[in-house]
């Protein structure tokens, strides 16, 4: 294709990246994509977590793919998703970190949502990087197993939050918990630290999610891969 002027060449070019724009302009499609920067998952899945219609989730999916921005695989009846490039979750991030300095309703969502956050202990990705290496600490991931399987931070415990409370057994009373989940607008994490104090245990939330974690590219183990 030849491109007869300057002009036409770059509005030809803007309307190429329009499209990921376009794409994303959707508040689906956002918690679809930060769903997939879990791992991989089939529509009826995404679907589930996103409390969305199926044939909804697919229209999104599609509108995603037509972007480049997710790819599909099919094994027999099922068609199961992925991010296409880790750089399209780095767009989320930073259109995440963006959000939360330039609009004051993103803040005020948060705030008014997770404001029960203020008594919950956290501790950041370089600290927690920090008890590792001292192997003082525990580290638990609450995010539904499936997940976990995908992708964990390395020596990450299972357990997911809705089973936590019936295998409190199976944690230590003599080490700090650190609890982590998708990432900074999962509650997952939340509800883990705050049961497992009631319980008389010392636990803190991890602030970012595994996909921030794996982002930096810091140490992550799939069951996947060990299984292939």
């Keep these: 294709m030849k491109i007869e002027t300057k002009r036409q060449f770059k509005d030809e070019l803007y309307a ?12 689906h499609r956002l ?19 996103a409390n969305l219609p199926i044939a909804n989730a697919s229209q999104h999916l599609q509108v995603l ?20 490039d880790e750089r399209v979750f780095r767009v989320w991030q930073a259109l995440r970190d963006l959000g939360e300095i330039q609009l004051a309703e993103v803040n005020r969502l948060v705030q008014s949502f997770l404001q029960d956050r203020g008594p919950l202990k956290s501790i950041t990705t370089s600290e927690l990087l920090e008890h590792m290496e001292a192997g003082d600490v525990v580290i638990l991931d609450v995010r539904p197993e499936l997940e976990y399987q995908s992708g964990h931070i390395l020596e990450a415990r299972s357990i997911p939050i809705d089973e936590l409370e019936t295998r409190l057994g199976e944690l230590p009373r003599d080490q700090e918990i650190i609890a982590y ?45 060990k299984n292939e």
């Excluded at 190429?16 to 508040?27: H, M, T």
């Excluded at 918690?31 to 977590?49: F, K, W």
């Design 65 to 84: 793919r037509a972007a480049q921005l997710v790819g599909v695989r099919r094994d027999g009846l099922y068609a199961y998703y992925r991010l296409s």
């Design 181 to 225: 989940c998708r990432g900074p607008y999962c509650v997952f994490a939340d509800e883990a630290v705050t049961l497992l104090q009631k319980h008389g245990y010392r636990a803190r939330r991890l602030v970012e999610g595994l996909p921030d974690w794996q982002g930096l590219n810091l140490p992550v183990e799939s069951m996947m891969e």
């Design 16 to 27: 190429q990246f329009a499209r990921i724009g376009k794409a994303l302009s959707n508040p």
């Design 31 to 49: 918690e679809l994509l930060e769903l997939l920067a879990q791992g991989e998952r089939t529509v009826e899945d995404l679907a589930s977590e």
